[in-house]
């Protein structure tokens, strides 16, 4: 099941809390929908776990979702650790008319703060 919260309505945040697998990342896919079906525009925090796998297929597949959805997701906060990962965050910039922001671990409350304004 997927960890999630809510900040304030529109503003969506999801734990990836184990390694990601096709289904692991439908069924968070699944989740961001729901969402999106109640309000028009979602801002959405996203924190990698330490410790969990991300494929680069999982991560290209989510690329798609984000360019579907684009219009949709005004922001888009990834906190991780994993530089190669907040390196393609850097290059979705460029496909997605959402607007992304990386941040460290350590950064997490810089991030919630980013994503709730």
Same mark, same amino acid.
């Given at each position: 099941? %997927?960890? =999630?919260?809510?900040?304030?309505? &529109? +503003? ?18 699944? !989740? +961001? ?18 410790? &969990? ?19 949709? %997701? ?11 990962? !907040?390196? %393609? ?10 607007? +992304? ?6 950064? !997490?409350?810089?991030? +919630?703060?980013?994503? =709730?304004?």
């Amino acid at each position: 099941m %997927i960890t =999630s919260f809510e900040l304030a309505g &529109n +503003i969506v945040g999801v734990m990836v809390d184990k390694d990601v697998t096709k289904e692991y990342l439908e069924e968070l896919h699944s !989740r +961001i929908e729901e969402k999106l079906k109640e309000h028009d525009q979602i801002n959405l925090f996203c924190e990698i776990m330490p410790g &969990n796998e991300v494929p680069l297929k999982m991560l290209l597949k989510n690329l798609q979702f984000k360019f579907e959805h684009s219009k949709q %997701i005004n922001k888009m906060a990834m906190v991780t650790d994993l530089a190669w990962i !907040r390196g %393609i965050m850097d290059l979705d910039k460029n496909f997605v008319s959402t607007e +992304i922001e990386c941040f460290h671990l350590k950064d !997490r409350l810089e991030a +919630i703060h980013w994503i =709730s304004l």
